[in-house]
């Protein structure tokens, strides 16, 4: 059920009713329209029934803070800190964050930097997120034999430019973009990656049919 859709009948919404309404409001439309009415009335509800659930319009704002670095940073973090046998899986294990719907939510990442312009807490709040998902992948490269400096600099470039894939919105067939990720891996690693690890990958990613 999608619950951003006004609810019928009897049926009473939900705390993760107000927290779906609000996050698809702040993708879709910015902060400044996360508004208690405005979102009870996507909901079909009284006002008061936000009060249920939350004492304050700013106590739901930091639940969509806490849920993003929940899932978003969180997902970077535990899918760089996977055993692999090579530095090659590793990189498609950082990959796999992007490709399953049910991991990283981008449009949210977005969303939230998008309002970090205009609030300076919130905008700590993505730079500490920003520090933790480098340093993450920092390490990943260092287990994998990189010295420091290199696998810092190849952590920032490998993140910066996954981050700008999806900001420019770049639109490519799959089987073209899957084209490329043996391309892509020896250039974020500077190792030739094996078959299997390639195809595994693809094998993956045709699964979520990423586009």
Known sequence: MDTALP?????????DDWLAVARD??????????????????????????????DSHAELVQALLTEWE?????????????????ISEAVCHFFECFIDPMLFDQGLDFAIREWSRRDTEVRAKIDAADAQRIAAMTKMFERHGFDPSN???????????????????IKEPMETRLARVR????????????????????ALARRFKVA
Not at 153 to 167: D, E, K, P, T, V
């Open 7 to 15: 609810k019928q009948g009897n049926i009473k919404v939900t705390r």
């Open 25 to 54: 409001t702040l993708v879709t439309e910015g902060m400044g329209e996360v508004k208690i009415l405005p979102l009870a009335n996507r909901l079909g509800v009284a006002r008061s029934s936000f009060y249920w659930y939350f």
């Open 70 to 86: 929940a899932r978003n940073t969180k997902c970077i973090i535990d899918k760089c800190a996977l055993p692999a046998m090579s």
């Open 151 to 169: 696998a810092d600099a190849r952590a920032r470039i490998l993140y910066f430019m996954q981050l700008g894939y999806h900001a420019l919105e």
């Open 183 to 202: 391309g892509y891996l020896i250039g974020f690693t500077d190792e030739v990656p094996s078959d299997d690890v390639v195809a595994a990958f693809c």
